[in-house]
């Protein structure tokens, strides 16, 4: 396993479609995140998962973003009537979380960047 | 007030010289402290983490952090052209169940 990965690499889409991306992440972390990116911005939190438990989703985010990691393994996150402002790179971290362990670091995906036409 | 704050930069260092970056973070709790590289449209990297107040050395790279202060940096010696990026600045709690939350960045630009 040689790190997150992250398909499609580019999406462009009209508005109003719908997306879905999808993460994998390193085979042995059971934390994985969501974040979008916009220019001269850095990584907003989207959502997470412990395992398959999502533990949080920014109040911030749409009705429009849903996501699952049904299995514990990867994870997809769809968006639903995608508008301009939805426009940004999506990306994937996943790290390693557990009592006692400080290695908490996060690794990211090379991100999939979605263009809203 | 934000999270976690830097200054956006560009902060311009000549080459061979020291850059410093700072962040400060609005939660007293939080346990652990990271620092990413991101070049122009990739994604960001990993270079250095802390979890310990006081000082941390990598290589060229030093984290330093006060928690008291609520405030984290890193120092480049020795700046390359290559150090040239953005740098991100990431907090996490103490539970297990925090998430990790970012900065918005500092545009570092090293001059030959």
């Known amino acids: 396993d040689t790190g997150v990965s992250q398909n499609p690499r580019h999406k462009i889409t009209k508005r109003g479609q719908n997306v879905t991306f999808r993460c994998d992440p390193i085979?042995?972390?059971?934390?994985l995140y969501w974040y979008r990116q916009t220019l001269g911005q850095g990584p907003e939190f989207l959502t997470y998962?412990?395992?398959?438990?999502?533990?949080?989703k920014s109040r911030l985010l749409s009705d429009r973003f849903s996501a699952e990691r049904p299995k514990g393994s990867f994870s997809t996150l769809e968006i639903q009537r995608t508008e301009q402002g939805d426009s940004a790179m999506y990306l994937c971290?996943?790290?390693?979380?557990?009592?006692?362990?400080?290695?908490?670091?996060?690794?990211f995906g090379q991100g999939t960047r979605l263009t809203v036409v | 007030q934000k999270e976690v704050e830097q200054n956006s930069g560009p902060l311009s260092v000549p080459e061979g010289a020291i850059a410093s970056l700072n962040c400060t973070y609005s939660?007293?709790?939080?346990?652990?402290f990271f620092w990413y590289r991101q070049y122009s449209g990739k994604s960001p990297e990993l270079i250095m983490f802390?979890?310990?107040?006081g000082d941390k050395e990598d290589g060229r790279f030093t984290a330093q952090l006060n928690k008291a202060s609520q405030y984290v940096s890193l120092l480049i010696r020795d700046s390359q052209p290559s150090d040239s990026a953005t740098y991100l600045c990431?907090?996490?709690?103490?539970?297990?169940?925090?998430?990790?939350?970012f900065g918005s960045g500092t545009r570092l630009s090293i001059r030959p």
């Open positions: 971290a996943s790290s390693l979380e557990g009592w006692g362990t400080m290695n908490t670091e996060a690794f």
């Open positions: 085979s042995e972390h059971n934390r």
């Open positions: 998962f412990q395992n398959e438990a999502q533990l949080e």
């Open positions: 939660d007293r709790g939080s346990q652990s």
């Open positions: 802390i979890y310990s107040n």
């Open positions: 990431a907090v996490k709690g103490y539970s297990s169940a925090s998430k990790i939350i």
